[in-house]
């Protein structure tokens, strides 16, 4: 915790960082995201990408087959990330002005997730 008790990222964010390739199939994401029992994976690519249950729902929604569809055709690209000492407001903010719900925490590599279930958790 932060010197002036304020929550940041790094005590609330989610790790170990769940990553998938962007080659894989989005059956194979949506598998590792109910095995792992999280809403979105990294995809560790340049640029920053993810892949989250919304960008499966669409692809579903839009009647793809999910078992033939690979990650790169669905992921979000430039996604926002936030730095481990970002206190939980600002993070919050970020989440809200963006309309997203997931932030890969990023140093100087991806070292975690935040997500807006890790900030209503600690806060209860």
Do not use: C, F
Request: zero cysteines.
């Amino acid at each position: 915790m932060s010197t002036d008790d304020r929550p940041t990222v790094e005590d609330v964010m989610s790790t170990p960082l769940e990553t998938i390739s962007k080659d894989a199939t989005v059956m194979e994401a949506t598998q590792q995201m109910r095995e792992k029992d999280i809403n979105a994976l990294v995809v560790p690519t340049t640029p920053r990408a993810i892949i989250s249950s919304t960008d499966v729902l669409d692809a579903v929604a839009d009647g793809r087959d999910t078992s033939e569809l690979q990650v790169s055709d669905v992921m979000t690209t430039d996604v926002e990330t936030a730095t481990p000492d970002l206190y939980m407001e600002e993070v919050a903010a970020m989440m809200t002005t963006y309309g997203i719900k997931h932030l890969p925490v990023v140093d100087d590599d991806y070292v975690g997730m935040v997500s807006s279930t890790d900030i209503a958790a600690h806060l209860s």
